[in-house]
């Protein structure tokens, strides 16, 4: 971009110093030094100003935004991995490129997965938090604080994308029987290293699993894909771990069957109308029936620092006239 008219880029959020440096000698860039959420008219100030987007998976940016942007904003480079805030297809129709940052969160996500699958059965947090809060603790006790062996158990993900798979990996090193539904039954290779099985119906590896685990996208087909219908179909000792999107599972069928005993607990990273969340599910979590974790799968100091190496390579690609590599196309395109 040497000798060119440096592009306007905004960011909606703040990024990590390291980030927003690099991007303020490459770029005319404008921050939000105080990290406060734009608002809706916020967001429509910045598209018709920007050359380039950068929001966040907290920004709707949807059809009737894009409508609002100007001539100039010609690219929306997302800081993450899921576009399900972002009206993709209407962008396209309006000529403006979207990307995002892919591959980098894997490793951290299938961590936590594992932190809330260890974290749930063993009753970690309930039993933290005991002695936090000053609690009485007489010494070790042989029936006192019981939990769920994993090992052994069968753990059933849906969605075997790369987060899938770094969560089977780990799985598999705790002892645990991998199981999957996928939309497409992964590489026999693949199959071999994890040693899983694969389930054509969801339906059926619902009824048979002890944790299901939830790595899918969310999307239309996806929305409320664990349904209370679905739910109904596991047995009383499982537990859900979901850090993929809230919205897959039905929040309320599943709180439900948690209170009645239908359920045996839940791992939530994500909810289904964040930032608010079920004052029932945080009942529960006093209760220790579930832990509950304020969105944290990929809030690592590397993960962030990566993601927004992403942002910086999909505009200075953009900008040097090549296709970004992280560039996001509508669905069926």
Same mark, same amino acid.
């Given at each position: 971009?040497?000798?060119?008219?440096?592009?306007? =880029?905004?960011?909606?959020?703040?990024?990590?110093?390291?980030?927003?440096?690099? #991007?303020?000698?490459?770029?005319?860039?404008?921050?939000?030094?105080?990290? %406060?959420?734009? !608002? %809706?008219?916020?967001?429509?100030?910045?598209?018709?100003?920007?050359?380039?987007?950068?929001?966040? *998976?907290?920004?709707?940016?949807?059809?009737? /935004?894009?409508?609002?942007?100007?001539?100039?904003?010609?690219?929306?480079? !997302?800081?993450?991995?899921? =576009?399900?805030?972002?009206? =993709?297809?209407?962008?396209?129709? &309006?000529?403006?490129?979207?990307?995002?940052?892919?591959?980098?969160?894997?490793?951290?996500?299938?961590?936590?997965? #594992?932190?809330?699958?260890?974290?749930?059965?063993?009753?970690?947090?309930?039993?933290?938090?005991?002695?936090?809060?000053?609690?009485?603790?007489?010494?070790?006790?042989?029936?006192? #604080?019981?939990?769920?062996?994993?090992?052994?158990?069968?753990?059933?993900?849906?969605?075997?994308? %790369?987060?899938?798979?770094?969560?089977?990996?780990?799985?598999?090193?705790?002892?645990? !029987? $991998? @199981?999957? @539904?996928? %939309?497409?039954?992964?590489?026999? #290779?693949?199959?071999?290293?994890?040693?899983?099985?694969?389930?054509?119906?969801?339906?059926?590896?619902?009824?048979?699993?002890?944790?299901?685990?939830?790595?899918?996208?969310?999307?239309?087909?996806?929305? @409320?894909?664990?349904?209370? &219908?679905?739910?109904? /179909?596991?047995?009383?000792?499982?537990?859900?771990?979901?850090?993929?999107?809230?919205? $897959?599972?039905?929040?309320?069928?599943?709180?439900?069957?948690?209170?009645?005993?239908?359920?045996?607990?839940?791992?939530?990273?994500?909810?289904?109308?964040?930032?608010?969340?079920?004052?029932?599910?945080?009942?529960?979590?006093?209760?220790?029936?579930?832990?509950?974790?304020?969105?944290?799968?990929?809030?690592?100091?590397?993960?962030? *620092?990566?993601?927004?190496?992403?942002?910086?390579?999909?505009?200075?690609?953009?900008?040097?006239?090549?296709?970004? +590599?992280?560039?996001?196309? +509508?669905?069926?395109?």
């Amino acid at each position: 971009m040497t000798g060119r008219k440096k592009p306007l =880029v905004i960011l909606s959020r703040k990024l990590p110093d390291q980030v927003e440096t690099r #991007m303020c000698e490459l770029f005319d860039t404008r921050l939000n030094v105080e990290d %406060r959420p734009m !608002s %809706r008219a916020d967001l429509v100030a910045a598209v018709k100003q920007a050359d380039v987007l950068v929001p966040t *998976i907290t920004d709707r940016i949807d059809a009737e /935004l894009i409508a609002e942007a100007g001539p100039q904003l010609r690219l929306i480079a !997302s800081f993450g991995n899921g =576009v399900d805030h972002i009206d =993709v297809a209407a962008a396209a129709k &309006r000529g403006i490129t979207t990307t995002n940052t892919p591959n980098v969160l894997n490793e951290d996500t299938a961590d936590m997965t #594992m932190a809330l699958m260890l974290a749930v059965p063993r009753r970690l947090t309930e039993g933290a938090e005991i002695l936090r809060q000053g609690g009485k603790w007489a010494g070790w006790s042989p029936t006192w #604080m019981l939990g769920r062996r994993i090992w052994g158990k069968r753990l059933g993900i849906i969605g075997m994308g %790369r987060i899938g798979a770094a969560v089977a990996r780990r799985a598999k090193a705790f002892g645990l !029987s $991998i @199981h999957y @539904h996928n %939309r497409r039954r992964v590489a026999p #290779m693949v199959e071999d290293e994890l040693e899983a099985t694969y389930w054509d119906s969801l339906d059926q590896m619902l009824a048979r699993m002890d944790i299901i685990s939830v790595n899918c996208p969310s999307t239309p087909a996806t929305f @409320h894909l664990l349904s209370a &219908r679905r739910l109904a /179909l596991m047995q009383p000792s499982a537990y859900i771990v979901n850090t993929a999107r809230g919205d $897959i599972v039905d929040e309320d069928a599943l709180v439900e069957m948690i209170e009645t005993g239908k359920l045996a607990g839940a791992g939530l990273d994500v909810f289904e109308h964040a930032p608010a969340v079920n004052k029932r599910l945080v009942r529960l979590a006093g209760e220790g029936k579930v832990v509950i974790l304020p969105h944290m799968g990929s809030a690592t100091i590397e993960g962030r *620092i990566d993601m927004g190496e992403k942002v910086i390579i999909n505009i200075r690609t953009f900008y040097d006239g090549h296709r970004p +590599p992280d560039r996001v196309l +509508p669905r069926n395109t």
